[in-house]
């Protein structure tokens, strides 16, 4: 033990429990003290969701536990026991994520000699296939919602801008005469305003004529006038219940009868970004909504 100690194989026992270690995580994070690897603050999402996984799934079984006496197989007997009991692949690879970046932290101050997560067993997660949908079927799901909402859904499929850059879009960053649209933050349920995702999240994105032509008309109806270009006066911006909207009215159209499979949930559509060169729009066919760290 003694020699293992010297070569920094093994360490001391440390009397700190996981859920301490846990909590002290979640603060040093959401400060900004602890970061993603490329160097950015974690999203108030990201951690929502962290706290969430191991609160459900993790710290029931964990939390007693001293963090140097969390092995390999003490998580892998987690995993298997999720998979046993019918969680999804996606709930078992999101419970082991923040175990994984606490042990990281862990490993690099030195509290502990092995990360535990390193090696593990996983299930796979299979996504669904993707289709690419004509500029005319996006024109035909734009068409069918409220007239409300037909500016949010037209910059969603045309400009794939994700739920929260839609909620946070300002009237100054929509550039009528260069034609662009700047992408420069994003929008937090809870904290309000926040910066992308990533460092790619700012961008500029082409205003199209389509899209063009339904923020010219939604600026003009917008009574009284709002910072938010989808939003009110109060300063908030819409709300997410947008979606059920759009999915009552496309089952009212009968939107499906034409081989549509429309989308499940607003914040999957910043998928569509990948294909504006293509001249096309991506649909995705309806899944599991979930928070992604």
Request: hydrophobic fraction near 40%; charge should be positive.
């Amino acid at each position: 033990m003694r020699t293992g100690l010297r070569r920094g194989l093994v360490r001391a026992p440390t009397r700190t429990t996981f859920a301490q270690a846990t909590e002290e995580w979640l603060i040093a994070a959401k400060s900004g003290v602890v970061r993603t690897r490329s160097g950015d603050a974690y999203k108030p999402s990201a951690l929502r969701s962290y706290r969430q996984s191991l609160n459900t799934h993790v710290l029931p079984e964990l939390g007693r536990l001293r963090v140097s006496a969390v092995s390999r197989v003490v998580v892998q007997d987690l995993i298997d026991e999720m998979v046993a009991r019918g969680a999804a692949p996606s709930t078992v690879r999101n419970a082991v994520l923040p175990i994984r970046v606490i042990y990281r932290r862990a490993v690099s101050r030195t509290e502990v000699a092995i990360n535990p997560t390193e090696g593990l067993a996983l299930p796979a997660v299979r996504g669904r296939r993707e289709r690419i949908a004509r500029p005319e079927e996006a024109a035909a799901l734009i068409a069918a919602v409220p007239a409300r909402d037909q500016a949010i859904w037209a910059t969603a499929f045309y400009a794939g801008l994700r739920l929260g850059e839609l909620r946070a879009l300002r009237w100054q960053d929509v550039d009528f005469d260069a034609g662009v649209i700047r992408v420069e933050r994003g929008w937090d349920r809870q904290s309000g305003p926040i910066t992308p995702k990533s460092r790619a999240g700012v961008r500029r994105v082409p205003l199209g004529h389509p899209l063009r032509a339904h923020l010219a008309a939604h600026r003009l109806a917008q009574q009284p006038r709002s910072e938010l270009v989808f939003g009110g006066p109060d300063g908030r911006p819409f709300s997410p219940a947008v979606a059920n909207r759009a999915k009552a009215a496309w089952s009212e159209a009968r939107l499906a009868t034409i081989g549509l499979q429309v989308p499940a949930h607003l914040r999957q559509l910043h998928d569509c970004r990948r294909h504006q060169r293509k001249g096309a729009v991506l649909i995705h066919g309806p899944f599991e909504h979930h928070d992604h760290p």
